[in-house]
């Protein structure tokens, strides 16, 4: 099971919420900016102020809109917050490509590359403020932890996983079983720390950090290929 999951420590209670609104209207430029607008603000409120303390009325203000904007937008602060979760997730998932080694240091250069930017964009304080908002139960039934588990680190998991095949076929990498390789490869890469943050430790993440578990993750890889 993908890391992320964090099983064991958070359990996800999932309810079928809609993560696209609006998709079937005209999405005029005008539109689009009030739509983003609003996603914008609500990021910034939620943060401030948690889900339940955070009212759609601030949201407008903050996106310097009138509720019934919103409204016209979204059906619902709920509406809004799966939003912002669908879109993160989007963001997380889309266009992990690590491309096919031609050697074994190229293979293992790129497999570090790729943990620290991996890294550095899910430490970033927005992202660990969009999971938590995913997984809080004050949500009361809009929890939306599935939402970033397939849309975000199911595409994240399989292109590493398909890389280490492409590896493999190349000759530049040989494991036992590459499922298992890439799971270790992220528990590895992140540990304990998402929990952390999660929990609410404020200590920020350095680059430095990223890329210290960068290097670890994929030297273990590398003794387990040799």
């Given at each position: 099971m993908f890391p992320l999951a964090i099983a064991?420590?958070?359990?996800?209670?999932v309810e079928a919420?809609?993560?696209?609104?609006?998709?079937?209207?005209?999405?005029s430029p005008a539109r689009v900016n009030r739509r983003e607008?609003?996603?914008?603000?609500?990021?910034e409120?939620?943060?401030?102020?948690?889900?339940?303390?955070?009212?759609?009325?601030r949201i407008a203000s903050a996106a310097r809109t009138s509720k019934r904007a919103l409204y016209e937008l979204f059906g619902s602060k709920g509406d809004i917050l799966a939003a912002l979760i669908g879109r993160r997730a989007r963001e997380?998932?889309?266009?992990?490509?690590l491309g096919t080694p031609v050697g074994r240091a190229q293979a293992l250069a790129t497999l570090e590359g790729f943990g620290r930017a991996f890294l550095?964009?899910?430490?970033?304080?927005s992202t660990v403020m969009t999971y938590r908002l995913a997984i809080d139960r004050s949500t009361h039934g809009e929890i939306l932890g599935r939402t970033l588990l397939e849309a975000a680190h199911a595409p994240i998991l399989e292109a590493v996983r398909a890389f280490l095949r492409r590896a493999e076929a190349a000759g530049a990498l040989r494991f036992a079983e590459v499922e298992e390789a890439s799971d270790l490869f992220f528990e590895l890469l992140i540990g304990q720390r998402l929990i952390e943050l999660l929990l609410g430790d404020e200590a920020p993440v350095t680059?430095?950090?990223?890329?210290m578990r960068?290097?670890?993750?994929?030297?273990?890889?590398?003794?387990?290929s040799a």
């Open positions: 064991g420590t958070i359990e996800y209670h919420v809609n993560i696209e609104t609006d998709m079937n209207e005209p999405d607008a609003i996603l914008r603000a609500a990021e409120v939620f943060s401030a102020q948690g889900y339940e303390a955070a009212t759609t009325l997380m998932g889309a266009g992990v490509d550095t964009r899910l430490f970033e304080p680059a430095a950090e990223c890329a960068a290097r670890r993750a994929t030297e273990v890889l590398a003794r387990l």
